[in-house]
């Protein structure tokens, strides 16, 4: 998102990771079979130590018996009493043998659960996850139709490599199995429901991308569609409120309200002055010159890095209401836009100024092709990015630029011990090379507050 963004509330940021957190998934069952295992182990071990240490205590004779050799009667009853201990032994014995039969049973019985649950043997299906394929319950209706893989006509296996085609579809989905179920819910080639929220906080939780439907979403607005205003005036001009669909997800139920929001001071609201697209307000400043607040570059300036007109597709990932976009297509590059309808419309906000929005959260691969785009710009990628995640999403913008092509940073904030200690050996290990690198202590926080933004225009090397 933009500059704003960044002044959020540390709480709000942890709020935001919270919610781009996956749950805590159950633990896994083969994990549970092991420890069933060594309990059955563990408890026959401790029987059989028993059971046998008593039988030697109880059924052997305390005392030798001594042999009367010269005593013929003695030697009988000596004899006698040693074939009595002898046959309670043997009994003795039998009921080990049996304990200890009955021990490796269970265990055998144990194992071949255990490596059902590793799929060496599906005729003897143990638990619910293993039936259904990971899913709590098993799924049926729409969810199930939606979800499940379906047969290729004959002939199809050899160019596909399987016999059947399997829908895309967030793994984390699996977690959230109710809500999943309420989404898919709906009249079959009717309306859809009233459910925005609920597909955007499915998203937010890591079920992305979501199952397809087949219903027609409605219109909810109570304003009459309204054709967006033709180029290149639609870029700057704030869109009719009949160009979103849906206002009821959000406080504020017109752009009205959104600009007013956008001009009020304070508040916690991430994006809250992206929608004022008027002379005077910010958002027609930005990215106009370098160093507005002493780290942002200007984009003609990044522009003036490259071979004049190279740089022509682009991605600027959270881009909140498109501004950036709209400074691009104004130079002839086309951006697309990754926006998240998350507390008002930046979508259809986004295509009502004539520009792509991109439904993505910062968790999902980018769906381009390896070095297809000349520039990637992002406010978005930051310090509360959790670590893991903000290397694979580097690879990832490395991976979709092309050689030669820049990878903009812009206004990177983190903490200033894990600048140089985590995040300056991570950006160089993804392999990216240095074109600019402006690192700024933030002031407006007090001296106290180490906390920092960077700059940085980075190249994809042309080798
Ligand atoms: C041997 O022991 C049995 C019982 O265990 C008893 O009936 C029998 O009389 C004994 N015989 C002698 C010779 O002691
Ligand atoms: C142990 O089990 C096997 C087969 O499960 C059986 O044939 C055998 O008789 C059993 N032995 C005892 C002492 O129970
Ligand atoms: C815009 O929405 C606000 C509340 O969100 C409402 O008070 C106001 O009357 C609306 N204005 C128009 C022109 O619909
Ligand atoms: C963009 O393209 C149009 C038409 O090709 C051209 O007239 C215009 O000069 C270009 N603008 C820039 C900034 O290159
Ligand atoms: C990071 O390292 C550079 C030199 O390697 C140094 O100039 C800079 O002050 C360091 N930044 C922080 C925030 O410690």
């Not at 060594?38 to 059989?48: K, Q």
């Not at 009955?102 to 996850?129: C, F, I, K, Q």
């Not at 293993?130 to 006509?153: D, K, M, S, V, Y």
Request: proline share 7%.
């Amino acid at each position: 998102m933009h500059t704003t963004k960044l002044r959020v509330s540390t709480s709000q940021l942890q709020h935001d990771a919270a919610m781009l957190r996956p749950a805590p998934r159950p633990a896994a069952p083969g994990r549970s079979k092991m420890k069933i295992l060594l309990l059955v182990i563990a408890t026959n071990l401790v029987s059989v130590y028993l059971f046998s240490g008593t039988s030697l205590s109880l059924h052997l004779p305390a005392t030798a018996p001594s042999i009367h050799l010269w005593d013929s009667s003695a030697l009988l009853r000596d004899l006698n009493a040693t074939r009595a201990a002898l046959a309670a032994s043997l009994a003795e014995t039998a009921a080990l043998r049996s304990q200890c039969n009955a021990s490796s049973l269970l265990l055998e019985s144990v194992l071949a659960a255990l490596g059902s649950a590793h799929g060496e043997d599906n005729t003897n299906p143990s638990s619910t996850a293993e039936r259904f394929n990971g899913w709590p319950e098993e799924p049926t209706g729409e969810l199930r139709l939606a979800i499940e893989p379906h047969p290729l006509p004959h002939g199809y296996s050899a160019k596909f490599g399987t016999d059947e085609l399997y829908p895309g579809l967030g793994f984390a989905c699996r977690n959230f199995q109710d809500e999943l179920t309420r989404y898919m819910t709906y009249d079959v080639a009717g309306e859809c429901p009233d459910d925005d929220a609920l597909a955007l906080r499915l998203v937010l939780k890591g079920c992305e991308p979501l199952p397809r439907r087949r219903c027609r979403p409605r219109r909810f607005s109570s304003s009459p569609y309204v054709e967006p205003r033709p180029m290149p005036g639609s870029l700057w001009s704030i869109p009719p409120d009949g160009t979103v669909a849906n206002w009821s997800p959000y406080t504020c139920k017109n752009y009205t309200c959104l600009v007013a929001r956008a001009r009020a001071r304070g508040g916690s609201y991430e994006c809250k002055d992206c929608f004022d697209l008027s002379v005077s307000g910010k958002e027609r400043r930005r990215w106009m010159s370098d160093s507005r607040d002493g780290v942002g570059f200007g984009i003609d300036a990044v522009l003036a890095t490259r071979s004049l007109g190279t740089v022509r597709v682009g991605l600027d990932i959270g881009g909140g209401t498109g501004t950036f976009a709209a400074r691009m297509a104004e130079r002839n590059v086309t951006v697309v836009t990754t926006t998240l309808d998350a507390g008002a419309p930046f979508a259809a906000f986004v295509a009502a100024r004539g520009l792509v929005p991109l439904q993505l959260t910062v968790m999902h691969r980018l769906p381009f092709a390896d070095a297809v785009l000349d520039i990637v710009h992002t406010m978005q990628l930051s310090g509360w990015v959790p670590g893991a995640v903000l290397e694979f999403a580097l690879f990832d913008v490395y991976r979709v630029l092309r050689p030669g092509g820049v990878f903009w940073l812009d206004h990177f904030f983190c903490h200033g011990t894990q600048l140089n200690a985590t995040y300056v050996p991570v950006l160089d290990r993804v392999g990216f090379r240095r074109l600019r690198w402006k690192a700024t202590r933030k002031l407006d926080l007090g001296a106290e507050r180490n906390e920092w933004y960077v700059s940085a225009l980075l190249e994809k090397p042309m080798t």
